[in-house]
């Protein structure tokens, strides 16, 4: 399954952006999605994913509370809804799906179908 991320821009702190993450195909309750992110000369990190086998969601302790993963299966599509953005935010945000198991679902290492990345800069 091919993916697609898409949504990021420019925003001002404060603001709200959403990304989206479509999938060329059904995405099977076998594999987890998840959000990354990668600011200039920094490693790629999580964000947020929902996990396979029951469709939890987890997030980053920086990011908790301010957004919100979700998935529409009728639409193959996973969606970053983001509030309260700030420059810290600013980055290149990656979704990326794995069939790994769910108790490491931080682990960058283990998501082996990524997308492109969607540029999202906050200004200050």
């Known amino acids: 399954v091919q993916l697609q991320a898409s949504g990021g821009g420019l925003v001002q702190a404060g603001g709200s952006l959403r990304l989206s993450c479509t999938a060329s195909t059904r995405i099977s309750n076998s594999h987890s999605i998840g959000w990354f992110r990668q600011a200039p000369g920094k490693e790629r990190e999580f964000v947020a994913t929902v996990r396979r086998m029951g469709g939890y969601t987890y997030y980053a302790e920086s990011v908790k509370g301010r957004f919100t993963i979700s998935k529409d299966a009728a639409k193959n599509t996973v969606y970053l809804q983001m509030h309260s953005l700030g420059p810290d935010d600013t980055a290149v945000y990656y979704c990326?799906?794995?069939?790994?198991?769910?108790?490491?679902?931080?682990?960058?290492?283990?998501?082996?179908?990524w997308g492109q990345g969607t540029l999202v800069t906050v200004s200050s």
């Open positions: 990326a799906s794995t069939t790994g198991p769910t108790s490491t679902y931080w682990d960058v290492n283990q998501y082996n179908n």
